[in-house]
Structure formats: structure tokens, C-alpha cells
């Protein structure tokens, strides 16, 4: 689909087992009972603080198929339920992936939701409640989701502004599960894991990522996330210099600013 990038993930990575994920308290829980319980969930947090991560995770673990879609704001209500094709001579119906995920009974994860046009949230609406039904009306068809079938979105209300702000009678449609970034600890414990750099690399890079989220004064769009110092770790488990690691891993995607990115390449060098 051209407006909404869609990946219909497999349960498991290639010769591992679950993907991996470290719970970080009761989040794991809360998603099998609302699994259980039929009810819309709500992640929301910072980019790269673990929401699809955790979503693949679970998945795999209950052994149900996954289908993702990451929104932008071009990405509407059709894209999501279907549209007529023309093939050859005729015109064909093609499911969206959430009419997709309902008849099949799959997870549905659409990330960034405050991202997509209105229509596209109204379009929900049905499946968040006691209904349960999707409709589809350019396709004259109105479809019962079956007891495997979950709703998941995410959004990050860090950056939200003006019309992209998730509305208060959306957010009450779920339940939600705050994410942030884990506590240096177990930031180790995802970077190694994740990576295969060894600890006292980890607690260095995780040191330079902690001090970038308390310099709220350079006015970054966004902060190091864990999954940028992640990237950084794999670099140098790899055998590039730390310093390089950290300069193409973090400094450069947070900023195009000549003297931010300075700033933050005096604040790498004191560490590594």
C-alpha cells in the first residue's frame, strides 16, 4: 500500500526463538488479559522505547500472526479496510489489513495513530467496543471479529501537536500501557542482549544516552532512544571505533545542527 507502510510479520526470528524483549514490569500481564478480556490496547511512549518490540514479542509468545501497519498523514480509512482494483478487464476487491487481520483473526498493530488522517481513527471505532465489527462500506460488508482478533495501537505524546493530538474520546476506547526508557540496569541488560557488546561498553554508551535526555536545553525533536543505542552497541561489536560508533548510531540522527551535533560529539568523547 502506497500511504501506509504495512509488514505481515512471522512469529519468530529466523533460527531464535521469541523475539526478544525484556519485560519491564507488569506490561506482559496486562496484555494477556486484555487479550483475554476482548479489550483495545494502547501503547503509548517515546520512539524507540520498546511499543513494537513488546507487540511482536507477545504475539509470538500466544503463537497468533501479526499484522502491522505504520501510519503517516496521508494514511486513511482505505487504505486500512480495501478498495476496488482493476485487474486486466475486471475490477476486484482488495482487503485493507485490518479487514485482513479481522477475517483472519490476527493481531492488528497500527503504529503512530495520531499520525493518520481522522477517518482513519473513526474507522476503529466499531472494534473498540462491545461490537466488535468492522465495517466496511465501500464493500457493502459488516464483519464480526473473532475471539483472536486484538486491536493495538501506539502513539508517542512527546511530539503531538495541534491536530496530530490523540482525542481523550479515542484514548478512553482502550486500555493503555505507558512505556519509557528502562532504568540504566536493564538498559544494560537490552543493550548486551540485543547487540552482543560487552557490559562495560553497554553502561558507556547507556551513560552518553542518559546525559543527552537531561540536556533538554540543546532542544532536540527527540531524545536517544534505546533502540538508537542499540545500533551504536551493534557498530562496535562489529569493530568500529566508539567514537564513530556514537557519532553515526546517535549524534547524527538526532540532529543537523552544526553546533548541537558539536555539543554532543565533546559529550561522546568525554565518555569514550
Not at 51 to 73: N, Q, W, Y
Not at 172 to 188: C, D, L, M
Request: glycine share 6%.
Amino acid at each position: 500500500m502506497h500511504p501506509a507502510s504495512e509488514a505481515l510479520n512471522s512469529n519468530q526470528h529466523p533460527g531464535a526463538g521469541l523475539p526478544y524483549y525484556r519485560p519491564v514490569a507488569q506490561e506482559c500481564a496486562v496484555f494477556e488479559h486484555a487479550f483475554a478480556k476482548k479489550l483495545p490496547l494502547l501503547l503509548k511512549g517515546p520512539t524507540g522505547s520498546g511499543k513494537s518490540r513488546f507487540v511482536e514479542h507477545m504475539a509470538a509468545k500466544m503463537g497468533l500472526p501479526l499484522i502491522t501497519v505504520s501510519c503517516h498523514d496521508e494514511t486513511s480509512a482505505v487504505d486500512l479496510l480495501g478498495r476496488y482494483l482493476v485487474q486486466g478487464s475486471e475490477t476486484v476487491w482488495m482487503d485493507g489489513p485490518m479487514t485482513r487481520a479481522v477475517r483472519t483473526g490476527s493481531i492488528f498493530y497500527i503504529d503512530e495513530i495520531a499520525e493518520a488522517r481522522p477517518d482513519t481513527i473513526v474507522a476503529l471505532h466499531s472494534l473498540t467496543d462491545h461490537r466488535r465489527t468492522l465495517f466496511v462500506d465501500r464493500h457493502d460488508e459488516v464483519l464480526s471479529a473473532g475471539p483472536n482478533f486484538m486491536l493495538i495501537a501506539s502513539f508517542n505524546p512527546g511530539y503531538q501537536k495541534g491536530w496530530k493530538e490523540l482525542k481523550a474520546s479515542t484514548r478512553q476506547r482502550f486500555v493503555s500501557i505507558a512505556f519509557n526508557y528502562p532504568s540504566p540496569q536493564v538498559e544494560t541488560e537490552i543493550v548486551v542482549a540485543e547487540s552482543g557488546v560487552d557490559e562495560a561498553q553497554a553502561k558507556k554508551l547507556i551513560l552518553v544516552g542518559n546525559k543527552v535526555r537531561n540536556l533538554v536545553e540543546l532542544g532536540l525533536a527527540e531524545t536517544v532512544s534505546t533502540r538508537l543505542i542499540v545500533n551504536a552497541a551493534c557498530l562496535i561489536r562489529d569493530g568500529l571505533p566508539p567514537r564513530l560508533s556514537c557519532d553515526v548510531a546517535l549524534v547524527q540522527p538526532l540532529t543537523d545542527d552544526l553546533e548541537t551535533a558539536a555539543a554532543l560529539r565533546d559529550l561522546v568523547a568525554l565518555i569514550f
